[in-house]
C-alpha cells in the first residue's frame, strides 16, 4: 500500500474516531442509559406494590375493630372500594380490570423511552399502583374491591397505591414539562455557547 492511501486510511479513522468524540458519548452509552432507566422503573413499580401489599394486609388485620385516629381529620378506617382510584366508578370492576391491564401494559410499553431518571421514577410510581390495585381485585377475595384506609376527611379514603398513581402522574407531568422547555435549559447534553 502506498504512503498516500495509509494516510487516506489513517485519516478516515481518525474522522471516525472524532465523531463518536464530539458527541460526547462512547458507542452504545444511550442503550446503557436507557436500560438503566428501564431498571430504574421496575425497581420504583416492585416497591410500590409490595409497600401497597404489605400495608393493605396490615390494614385488614388491624383495622377490623374500628378506626384509628392518628391526627386532626386523618385516620386509618378500613373499606372497600369496587371502583377506581378514590372511590370512583364503583362497581364496574370487570371494565375497571380491562382498563386497568391495557393502561399498564401500554404505559410499560412506552417506558422504553423515557428520557430521564425522574420520568422513569414517575412511570414506575404509576405501573406499582396500578398492579397493586389490580392485585386486590385479582387476587384477595373482596369481589373485585379494592382495600383502602387512609382518611382524610376531606379527600376520599385511599391507599399507597392510589398516592403513587397520583405523585406518579404529577412527577410524570413535572419532568415531561421541564423536557419541553428551551434545549440549553433542560438539556445537559447541550453544547455550550462557543463550543463545537
Known amino acids: ?20 468524540e464530539e458527541i460526547g ?12 432507566r428501564v431498571l430504574l422503573t421496575a425497581a420504583v413499580a416492585v416497591a410500590v406494590v409490595v409497600a401497597d401489599q404489605v400495608t393493605k394486609s396490615l390494614a385488614v388485620s388491624k383495622l377490623t375493630s374500628g ?18 382510584a378514590f372511590s370512583l ?4 370492576t370487570i371494565p375497571i380490570v380491562i382498563v386497568v391491564i391495557a393502561v399498564v401494559a401500554g404505559v410499560a410499553y412506552l417506558g422504553r ?24 381485585r385479582l387476587f384477595r377475595g373482596h369481589h373485585g374491591a379494592v382495600i ?15 398516592a403513587a398513581i397520583t405523585c406518579g402522574g404529577f ?9 419541553s422547555g428551551p434545549r440549553g435549559a433542560s438539556d ?6 462557543g463550543q463545537r
Open 67 to 84: 378506626p384509628v385516629h392518628l391526627v386532626g381529620p386523618f385516620r386509618l378506617e378500613l373499606s372497600y372500594n369496587s371502583g377506581i
Open 25 to 36: 458519548a462512547p458507542p452504545h452509552r444511550g442503550g446503557a442509559g436507557r436500560r438503566r
Open 171 to 179: 412527577l410524570l407531568a413535572f419532568s415531561l414539562w421541564r423536557r
Open 113 to 136: 423511552a423515557l428520557p430521564s431518571s425522574p420520568a422513569a421514577v414517575a412511570v414506575g410510581l404509576v405501573i406499582g399502583g396500578a398492579v397493586g390495585n389490580l392485585a386486590d
Open 1 to 20: 500500500m502506498s504512503a498516500a492511501g495509509g494516510d487516506r486510511a489513517g485519516d478516515r479513522r481518525w474522522r471516525a474516531g472524532d465523531s463518536r
Open 148 to 162: 383502602d384506609f387512609l382518611y382524610s376527611g376531606f379527600w376520599p379514603t385511599f391507599n399507597v397505591a392510589d
Open 89 to 92: 366508578a364503583t362497581g364496574l
Open 188 to 193: 445537559p447534553a447541550a453544547p455550550a455557547s
